[in-house]
C-alpha cells in the first residue's frame, strides 16, 4: 500500500514540476528552460533538506509536533549571519569567497546547535512541556537579537543579511544550489544510512539501549544532519516556520506506523508538490504577488490545528 | 510591606530616569520645560500603562484560559488586532482613529473568543497544547493578516503595528491610552471573579458566579487594552507571559493581592527596555519590542529552568 501511494505521489510531483516548467512561457525555451530549471533545481533541493530534517529531529526529540523550525533552527541561521556580518563588518565579509561563507556558516550553526540543543535534547523524555517552550522562547530571542544586531548595523552592511532573513521562493541566489546540492547530498546518504538505526530509536529510550544503540549517539549525529540541512534550506530560501510540520504530519497521515525508509521519501515528495505545485500555481494560474511562504504559513497552520483538534477530540 | 515600598521606589526611580533620557540636554535647554511635557512625559506615562496594561492582561487571560504559558499578544488577540486595523484601512480609510481603534477593538474581541472556544476543546491533561495551539491560531491570523497586507500593498503600513516602539510618542498622539489605563484599573475590582473563574466552571458556578458573564468582562478588558497599545504603539510581545509568571513565584497566585505588583514590574520591566533602547545605540533608538524580545525571553527562560521555591 505504502508503495502504490509513493508512486502516485511521484506522479503527482512530476506533474507539478511539469507544470511549473510550461505553464505561461512565453519566449524561446532556450531562455526559460534554464531560468525556470535553477529555480525549480532550488525548489527541490528545499525539497529535501525540510522534510528530512524535521523527521529526524522529530526521531530523535520523539515527538510529533517540535521541528527545526519551531525549536528555531532557522532563526538560529540569521542569528549566525548577521552575528557574523556584525563582527567581521560588511568589507570582510564580502570578501571571503561564496564557498567560504557558506562553509563557515554551517559550522557555526553545527557548533552553535551542539551548545543549545545538544545538552537539552537529554533532557526531552523527563520535560516536554519545558522542551517545547524553550524551543518557543529560543526562537524569538534568536530573532529579537537578529532585529537587534541588524539595527546596530550600517545600512549598506545590512542588505547583506536581509536576503537570508525573509522567506522567498521566486527569487533564488543562484550561486547556492551547486555547495548546497553537495551538502544536502552528503547529509541525505548519511540519513539514508542512519534510517535502521533511526526506527530503532524510535521504539524509545530503553528499548534502543537494549537493541545496542546509543542514543545518545545518534542523537548528536542526527543533530548534526538537522544543522546542516537547516543551513541548506534557510540560506536557499529564508525561514519558514511550518512548512516541515505541515509536510510531516501529513506523510504520518498518508504512511500511518511508517518506517522511517518510507516515511523520509513520501514527506519529500510531498513537500515537492506543495512547493513546486503550490508555487506553478500561485504566479502562473493565480497571478499573485504574495509569497509562497505566506501561503504555507496559512495553510500549514489551519491544517495543524484541524489534525490537533480532531486527535484530541477522538 | 517593606517588598511594597521597593517595588514602588524602584519604579519612581525608573521613571525619572526616563524623563532624563534623550538627545536634548534638559540643563542646558532653554526650552528644558517644553521638550517635557511635549515629548518626555506623555513618553513616559505610555510606557508605564503600556507596560502595566499588558502584564495585566496576561494574568488576565492567564487566569481565564487557566493555563500560565498563554498570553494577548502571542494567542491571537494582538493578530486580530492587526486584522482590525487592516480591515477599516482597506474599507473605511477615512475614519478616524477612534473609529479604527473601536472597531479593531471588536476584531480582536472576536479572535479572543474564538481562542477560548478552541481552548474548551482541549483536554485538560495536555496544558502545553495551550500555549502551542495559541501560537498557532495567532500565526494562522497573523499570516492572513500578511497575504492581505502584500496584495494591498500594505505591508510597511502595517509594519508600524507589528513592532512596538514609542518614539512617536507624543502629546497628542498617545492619549488613547488613557481609556487602557482606567479599563485597567477597573478589570482590578474584579480580581476576586476572576481568580475564581479560574478555578474552572463548575467550581465558579457552585460559588454563585455567573460564569460566562465574567469571563465575556475579562475578554473585553483584555481585547480592548490589547488593541488601544498595538493602536497607539504597536505590538509588544511576552511581557503579559513574563511579568505575571515572575509574580507568581515571588508572592503567589492571590490576584488582588498581586495585581499592584503585576503593574508595577509590567511597567519597570518596559520602562527598562525602552531606557536601555534610548541609551545602547545613541542618538538612534532601538523598538521596545526588540529589547524586551531579548530581556523578556532570558528571563522566562530563567524562569523555566531555576527551580521553584516553595512557600516562598
Known amino acids: ?314 | 510591606m517593606a517588598r511594597y515600598f521597593w517595588a514602588l521606589f524602584s519604579f519612581g526611580s525608573l521613571c525619572l530616569l526616563s524623563l532624563m533620557v534623550g538627545v536634548i540636554d534638559l540643563t542646558a535647554d532653554v526650552k528644558a520645560w517644553q521638550v517635557l511635557v511635549t515629548s518626555r512625559l506623555p513618553r513616559t506615562i505610555a510606557v508605564v500603562i503600556t507596560g502595566a496594561g499588558l502584564a495585566i492582561c496576561g494574568a488576565i487571560m492567564q487566569m481565564l484560559v487557566r493555563n500560565r504559558f498563554v498570553e494577548p499578544m502571542t494567542a491571537g488577540t494582538g493578530q486580530g488586532t492587526a486584522l482590525g486595523i487592516l480591515l477599516v484601512t482597506l474599507f473605511v480609510p477615512q475614519a478616524s482613529l477612534f473609529v479604527k481603534m473601536a472597531l479593531a477593538s471588536v476584531t480582536a474581541l472576536c479572535t479572543s473568543i474564538g481562542f477560548l472556544a478552541i481552548v474548551r476543546r482541549l483536554p485538560p491533561t495536555q496544558p502545553l497544547l495551550v500555549p502551542l495551539v495559541g501560537i498557532i491560531y495567532g500565526g494562522i491570523i497573523g499570516a492572513g493578516v500578511t497575504f492581505v497586507a502584500y496584495q494591498a500593498d500594505l505591508l510597511q503600513y502595517l509594519d508600524v503595528w507589528m513592532n512596538g516602539e514609542f518614539s512617536g510618542v507624543l502629546q497628542g498622539r498617545y492619549e488613547l491610552l488613557w481609556i487602557a489605563a482606567v479599563v485597567t484599573t477597573i478589570s482590578y475590582f474584579a480580581a476576586d471573579q476572576f481568580a475564581i473563574v479560574c478555578m474552572g466552571r463548575v467550581a465558579s458556578v457552585n460559588l454563585g458566579l455567573n460564569y460566562e458573564r465574567v469571563v465575556l468582562i475579562g475578554l473585553v478588558v483584555v481585547s480592548v487594552v490589547t488593541s488601544l497599545t498595538v493602536v497607539t504603539v504597536g505590538m509588544i510581545p511576552f511581557i503579559g507571559l513574563v511579568v505575571p509568571n515572575i509574580v507568581s513565584r515571588l508572592y503567589g497566585d492571590n490576584l488582588r493581592a498581586t495585581l499592584p505588583y503585576i503593574a508595577i514590574i509590567g511597567a519597570s520591566f518596559v520602562l527598562i527596555s525602552d531606557i536601555l533602547g534610548r541609551v545602547l545605540h545613541y542618538p538612534y533608538e532601538i523598538p521596545v519590542g526588540t529589547v524586551f524580545g531579548i530581556i523578556g525571553t532570558l528571563v522566562f527562560l530563567w524562569l523555566l529552568y531555576a527551580p521553584r521555591r516553595h512557600g516562598a
Open chain 1, 1 to 314: 500500500m505504502a508503495r502504490n501511494r509513493l508512486l502516485t505521489l511521484g506522479v503527482a510531483l512530476v506533474l507539478c514540476m511539469l507544470g511549473y516548467m510550461t505553464l505561461g512561457a512565453q519566449g524561446g525555451w532556450g531562455f526559460i528552460l534554464p531560468f525556470r530549471g535553477a529555480k525549480l533545481a532550488a525548489l527541490l533541493l528545499v525539497s529535501l533538506a525540510i522534510p528530512t530534517s524535521t523527521v529526524l529531529f522529530q526521531t530523535i526529540t520523539q515527538n510529533r509536533i517540535l521541528t527545526p523550525a519551531i525549536m528555531g533552527f532557522d532563526a538560529l541561521y540569521v542569528l549566525v549571519v548577521t552575528t557574523l556580518v556584525f563582527t567581521l563588518g560588511g568589507q570582510e565579509y564580502v570578501r571571503l569567497p561564496a564557498m567560504g561563507q557558506f562553509a563557515l556558516h554551517v559550522i557555526l550553526l553545527m557548533i552553535a546547535s551542539f551548545l543549545l540543543f545538544g545538552t537539552l535534547l537529554g533532557q526531552m523524555r523527563q520535560d516536554v512541556v519545558r522542551m517545547i517552550l524553550t524551543g518557543i522562547i529560543f526562537g524569538v530571542l534568536f530573532r529579537s537579537i537578529t532585529s537587534f544586531l541588524q539595527r546596530m548595523i550600517d545600512p549598506n552592511e545590512y542588505a547583506m543579511i536581509q536576503v537570508s532573513s525573509y522567506a522567498r521562493f521566486s527569487r533564488i541566489e543562484t550561486e547556492l544550489p551547486l555547495i548546497g546540492a553537495a551538502l544536502t547530498a552528503v547529509s541525505m546518504i548519511f540519513a539514508w544510512r542512519m534510517r535502521h538505526r533511526l526506527d530503532v530509536l524510535e521504539l524509545g529510550h530503553d528499548v534502543a539501549i537494549n537493541l545496542g544503540e546509543t542514543p545518545r549517539r545518534i542523537t548528536l549525529q542526527a543533530l548534526v544532519i538537522v544543522a546542516a540541512l537547516v543551513s541548506v534550506s534557510t540560506a536557499l530560501v529564508g525561514p519558514i516556520v511550518f512548512l516541515g510540520l505541515l509536510v510531516v504530519s501529513l506523510a504520518h497521515l498518508l504512511v500511518p506506523a511508517a518506517r522511517h525508509a518510507v516515511l523520509v521519501p513520501c514527506s519529500i515528495l510531498i513537500c515537492g508538490i506543495t512547493l513546486v505545485g503550490g508555487q506553478a500555481v500561485l504566479e502562473r494560474v493565480l497571478g499573485l504577488s504574495t509569497p509562497l511562504s505566506v501561503v504555507i504559513d496559512l495553510l500549514g497552520g489551519v491544517v495543524f490545528l484541524a489534525l490537533l483538534l480532531r486527535r484530541m477530540a477522538k
